[in-house]
Each structure stands twice: as structure tokens, then as C-alpha cells.
């Protein structure tokens, strides 16, 4: 799994038909310390997450399709947990 | 899926034996403005392509998903041999 | 899922039999900023998008599974067209 935040929420109206009443955010993946780490990902929302909220979710088909309960969906990202803290030795922000 | 070029053919004579039979390509990697980049990839040859054809080859585990690859220890593959594309207007052909 | 601009198209007469009909786009990559993000790639288009919209497109094993012969070797595919990307902080 990996770590991100949300960045904002995304519209679109033509779209894989099973995606139809699936909420899309853009998550943006970082490292521990809240540091951007890649591009921007696209990620199916299952925990009512919203912009600047930091977040736990997979970017591998299989989990994706069990988490959604959505068999030969094409889908990789989804976004499985809240993320409340981290403990990690030497933070440097802290 | 990437736009490459065949550079060359990939001789091995002993290889695993679920792999035998495939025509292996030497792919060079093409950017969408027809620049070759410094990326080659190993690819398994499905379209008969050959040396000096731009194709587009896919990578990871998608390339087992045609009939000579089925299930067999494949990574990358050359799926289609490229006629011509098109970027912001500008075409780009290919001489075959 | 990554968000991207088609920026082309790529006609190849000569494929997999699986992808017969298949249109073939090429997609730019975008950073959060909607600015540029590594070399753009080509993606099986199921949306009836074309050049100048933003998409969203699935990388991987699982880019073969939204066209109608599921079983081929496509590596990306564009599943959806992006009307906007609302970035209010909540």
C-alpha cells in the first residue's frame, strides 16, 4: 500500500461503465515524511475520503478488484484507510 | 504501450524451453516525436515485424496475454507495426 | 490510474488480432499542475476520445480488460474522459 493525499476530486462524465457511481479523487502518493514522491494518481474512493485528507491506498489491480468486490474490472487504484499518523525514527519534521 | 524500433533480432539458443520458438526483437525505443531514446527492451515478436520497422511494443505481464505467449515467461512484446502517427498536426510516416 | 492529455494519434494497419477496431491515442502523462510528467505513451482508447481532451487511463495487466476481446496485450488504456479536477481543500 502506499501513502498520499488527496488533492482534489475528479469529474467525468464518459467513463468505463463500472465506474458509474464510483467517487474518483486525485491522489497525489508521497513519501512518509508528507513529501511529493510521483505523479499524481487516480484512485476510487471507499472510505468517503475528501481534499487534504492523507490516505493509505493500493495501486495493484487484483487488491483493487477484491477491495471494490469487482470482478475483470479494469481498475488499480483505490483508496483503502485514513491515515491518522505515522511513527517513523527520525523525522525530520519533527 | 511505447513506440520503438527494431534495432535487431536477439539469437538464444539455449533459453527455457516454454520459450522456445519465439522470434525475439532488439527494441529500441522511439519518442512520439521520432527520437530514438536510450531505452532498449527484449520483445517477442508476434506481428513479423523486422529490422528497421517502427512497431509498438507493450511491456509487463499484459505481453502473455496473446496465443504464443500464453503463460509463458514474457515481458515484452511486439504487438503492431506502426504506418504513420500524428502529434499536434504533424504527421510522422514511416518508410517501410 | 493516472490522468493524461491526448496529444496524437498512431495508425498501425498491421497488429494483434485482438486489437482489430482498437483505436490507438497517443496520451501525455500530467502532473498535479496539468504540466507535462515523463514520455508520453500509447493507450487503447474505450472513451471515443480524441486529441486535446484529458483523460484518465489505467496502466498494466489491467489495460486489457475494458476493450471488447479482453484476452490481448495492450499495456494502457484510456477508461474515462475528465470534465475537471476540483482542487478545494475541505
Redesign the interface.
Known sequence: MKIGTV??????????EG?NGRK?L?V?PEDPYGKKAE?????VDTVCA???DRVLFVDE?NS?RLVLDWA??????VIVGFIDSIDIESNPKK | ???GKVVGTVVSTQKSESIKGLKLLLVQ?L??TDKP?NNYVVAVD???AGTGDVV?Y?????????AP?DKKPVDG?V??????????GKEFRVKH | ???GKV??????????E??TGVK?L?V?????DGKP???????CD????G?GETV?F?????????LPE????????I????????????
Open positions: 488533492i482534489g476530486t475528479v469529474v467525468a462524465t464518459l467513463k468505463n465506474y474518483l486525485l497525489r505523479a499524481p494518481v487516480v484512485a475528501g481534499p487534504g489491480g483493487a475483470d474490472g479494469c481498475v488499480r487504484a | 504501450m511505447q513506440l525505443q519518442s512520439h531514446l508476434v506481428v513479423q509498438l507493450a511491456e509487463g505481464s499484459s505481453c502473455r496475454q496473446t505467449t512484446i504487438m503492431a507495426i506502426v504506418d504513420t502517427w500524428e502529434v499536434g | 490510474m493516472k490522468i496529444i496524437g494519434t498512431v495508425v498501425a494497419t498491421r497488429k494483434v485482438s486489437l490507438l497517443l501525455q502523462p500530467l502532473d498535479e510528467s515523463g514520455e508520453p505513451v500509447v493507450a474505450t472513451q471515443q476520445s486529441p484518465f489505467i496502466g498494466g495487466r489491467e489495460a486489457s480488460l475494458p479482453p484476452f490481448n496485450p495492450s499495456d494502457a488504456a477508461i474515462g474522459i475528465i470534465d475537471m479536477v476540483s482542487r478545494n481543500t475541505r
